[in-house]
């Protein structure tokens, strides 16, 4: 018998409102597994399990918010009797009574919370939650988004929404904040099946005009967002000391490659400056191994990888980063979807719980409308973040010493000089300007 | 809708849809068409590429990156892609 623990959700997260079980006891799990959709400040993200084994209970409803190290289900290992049960107390997803009464056992949860990533700014267990209506079953609480809005969606009713060519703006989500959930997409499927209509998915023909989310859950989340900023700087600012370079990077050549590449494509497939310069982060990194891992119990733990945080705005204020896997070992044409991919589902609110926890480094873009130069704060327990500034014209002396009109990026770097020296950093710079001199080998 | 023939209002409508399916919280009428729209409306690199990859799937034209530099203003934008339609 094991017990499966809310993870930790980033290092600005302590809590998580359970939104969905997609598991029932009984059902075989295997390690990797998405077991849970769990709610959070900034996204629904999916939890995944690290073990195979069996379900044995749930020990938490939906709608319910835990802290992290919260108890979410018991396992049986592979092979391992059922007779060890402990009391089967909230065995199955039917209406158990109301959360208040699991709230005293939530506030004496294990108060492992601050672990590695856990906000270290917080006492060791957050109050008790005193009321989050667990209750039967959500239904369709909040009407459907009108469509063409961003919606927020469980990354796993997402995926059976597109199996089923599913169009979810005429969904009516019932997880917090209106999120679509997989209990919805089925309902939706059900119903658009039940109309038989040949003219394709019927859910998108009925959207009421209302409001995307009724009343507080958006605020809410806004606040909590703001408040999840908030923590992480400041805690930034307080234990990371700071240093910062400059490095003025000229991109005739990247611009010119990108031209071709893109001239012979179709708009769907075409690439962003931003992608060849998260590509050249992510080697230039590889001699610097000391700029992109974590800065954890007084010691730097070096990643094995570049997954790269992406510093994304959200369109109604705030800020999240989420990581990028592996963009030291994805071609252009692969890395770009990735990041499209990525974008979209940070802003409908829909992420995995590794992209929360992974991020080694973060690039900020402030892109081709911002500024020219941007000095970042680095998001802890990372230990360096990189920052573009916008492409300007500028005038330049080339080699040969005529001078000429150059297309410029300011590249930054921010770093933790616990960890490296500007003397390093400022290598790692002229080895990303390098980079970026040979875009055909990105 | 290739074929139907659209009037400048048609055309508008389909601009706002799609810049809305973008950015939501667009409201039209404070748009000025004359001025820069990335300068009125907040739009990232992906952004405005999510946005080019809608208009010419919607309207069933394609918008090579080297004409990218002509698409400043929203009057811009239509005159080129009424040009394209034409």
């Known amino acids: 018998m094991s017990e499966f623990r809310l993870p930790s959700l980033g290092a600005d997260m302590d809590a998580g409102t359970l939104l969905q079980w997609l598991v029932q006891p009984g059902d075989t799990v295997h390690k990797g597994q998405v077991i849970a959709v769990v709610d959070t400040a900034k996204a629904a993200i999916d939890i995944e399990i690290w073990q195979d084994g069996t379900v044995q209970t749930l020990q938490v409803q939906p709608g319910e918010k835990v802290p992290v190290g919260t108890v979410l289900a018991t396992l049986r290992a592979p092979g391992e009797a059922a007779g060890a049960a402990p009391p089967p107390q909230a065995a199955q997803l039917a209406p158990v009574p109301p959360a208040t009464a699991r709230a005293p056992s939530a506030a004496s949860a294990p108060s492992a919370v601050s672990g590695a990533a856990g906000g270290a700014t917080q006492g060791p267990s957050p109050p008790p939650q005193p009321t989050f209506a667990a209750g039967p079953p959500p239904l369709p609480a909040h009407p459907a988004a009108p469509s063409g809005l961003r919606l927020r969606v469980s990354p796993a009713a997402r995926r059976q929404a597109e199996a089923l060519g599913l169009d979810l703006h005429g969904v009516a989500g019932s997880g917090p904040g209106g999120a679509i959930t997989l209990t919805d997409v089925a309902r939706a499927a059900a119903s658009a099946l039940a109309s038989a209509s040949p003219a394709g998915p019927a859910a998108s023909a009925t959207v009421p005009v209302a409001e995307p989310t009724p009343g507080t859950p958006a605020t809410d989340r806004q606040t909590e967002i703001r408040r999840a900023i908030a923590s992480a700087m400041s805690r930034s600012k307080r234990e990371i000391p700071h240093y910062y370079l400059l490095e003025t990077i000229p991109m005739a050549r990247a611009q010119q490659w990108l031209a071709q590449a893109n001239a012979g494509r179709p708009i769907t497939a075409r690439l962003l400056m931003a992608a060849l310069q998260l590509k050249a982060v992510a080697l230039a990194l590889k001699r610097y191994p000391e700029l992109n891992g974590f800065f954890i119990d007084g010691q730097f733990q070096p990643a094995s990888a570049a997954h790269i945080g992406l510093a994304i705005s959200l369109r109604q204020g705030g800020l999240i980063a989420p990581a990028l896997h592996n963009v030291d070992q994805l071609p252009l044409d692969a890395l770009m979807p990735a990041l499209a991919d990525l974008v979209q589902r940070t802003r409908a609110g829909s992420l995995r719980r590794t992209e929360m926890v992974d991020a080694s480094i973060t690039v900020t873009n402030l892109g081709d409308q911002g500024v020219e130069s941007v000095l970042g704060v680095i998001h802890p327990p990372q230990v360096a973040l990189v920052g573009f500034g916008r492409i300007t014209q500028r005038p330049w002396v080339d080699a040969a010493g005529g001078l000429c009109v150059m297309p410029v990026v300011t590249a930054s770097l921010a770093a933790d000089h616990r960890v490296s020296d500007g003397h390093r950093g400022g290598l790692f710079l002229a080895e990303l300007r390098e980079q970026l001199q040979h875009p055909e080998e990105l | ?86």
């Open chain 2, 1 to 86: 809708m290739a074929h139907a023939p659209l009037n400048d209002a048609d055309l508008r409508a389909t601009v706002i849809a799609t810049l809305q399916s973008i950015a939501p919280e667009v409201e039209p009428e404070l748009l000025r068409d004359s001025r820069p729209l990335r300068l009125q409306v907040d739009l990232d690199s992906m952004d405005w590429l999510n946005f080019l990859i809608g208009l010419s799937e919607r309207l069933k034209v394609a918008i090579p990156e080297s004409d990218y530099g002509q698409l400043v203003t929203l009057q811009d934008l239509m005159d080129y892609l009424k040009a394209r339609l034409g």
